[in-house]
């Protein structure tokens, strides 16, 4: 039997009406879907944005992958899924995957993706793209994303906190993804590389509780952390001299 074909569908920052119209038609037809979320106990927010865009007869079938930097458990989680995945494309069904933003930008879509490849090989896969994070944040906030020649850095906050420092000599705009209990470290740097003015802050992009905050120094006297979904876009100027 010929296999199925999973479907990688990027739904978006978060307002369902950003959903591709290609994503929500394959989405309308599928008799499974697959959704991530974070524990066990807890709601997808991928199938809460998409929901709307699932045929009600379709098979919704859960997958856990818990925010956790162990590559071991992750990497069990990834093979556990690609074989669930893997049992539905086998009996000749198709099958989507729903990520947040879109699937080859920071996703889990890749790794399952990999792991699906490994288990199920010759399994047809079709990725559909999705409008990411920052291009939502940057409508909301009439923040030009790229100008001219200027270059775009993206970069997916750690605790090194010298690649931001780099991104912002470089030159050009610089997009913060993946901010969290790192805000007060990243508005520090901010401040001392000069561009705390010239950066914007966006959370939840079209889902309940948005913000969109241009003055980060009320960060900074808030205290508070930043929502997983949060962006911070910075204009840096000119390329510091070498």
């Known amino acids: ?16 009406d950003l959903i591709t119209v290609k994503g929500a038609s394959i989405l309308s037809r599928c008799r499974h879907v ?32 818990p925010m956790t930097t162990d590559e071991q458990e992750l990497d069990q989680r990834w093979r556990e899924s690609a074989r669930q995945v893997a049992a539905v ?20 879509y890749i790794y399952l993706m990999r792991a699906l490849r490994q288990e199920l090989p010759g399994a047809p896969i079709v990725t559909v793209p999705g409008v990411t994070a920052f291009s939502a944040a940057a409508a909301l906030a009439g923040f030009p994303v790229g100008e001219k020649k200027s270059p775009v ?7 090194d906190l010298d690649q931001i420092r780099r991104a912002i000599a470089a030159g050009g705009t610089v997009v913060l993804m993946k901010i969290g209990k790192r805000l007060p470290e990243i508005l520090q740097v901010l401040e001392e590389c000069g ?21 980060l120094r009320r960060l900074r006297q ?8 949060a962006v911070i876009l910075v204009q840096a100027g000119q390329a510091a001299s070498p």
């Open 195 to 215: 561009v705390l003015e010239r950066s914007v802050l966006v959370s939840r992009a079209g889902l309940p509780k948005e913000r969109v905050e241009t003055d």
């Open 34 to 65: 697959f959704v991530p979320k974070a524990r066990t106990a807890s709601e997808s927010l991928a199938l809460s944005i998409a929901g709307r865009h699932v045929r009600p007869a379709a098979a919704v079938h859960e997958l856990v992958f």
């Open 222 to 229: 808030s205290g508070t952390e930043a929502e997983y979904l």
């Open 153 to 159: 850095t993206i970069v997916p906050t750690s605790d």
């Open 89 to 108: 494309l086998t009996n000749g069904d198709d099958a989507c995957f729903l990520t947040l933003g879109d699937p080859f930008l920071y996703s889990t």
């Open 1 to 16: 039997m010929t296999p199925g074909t999973l479907y990688g569908i990027g739904i978006g920052p978060g307002d369902p």
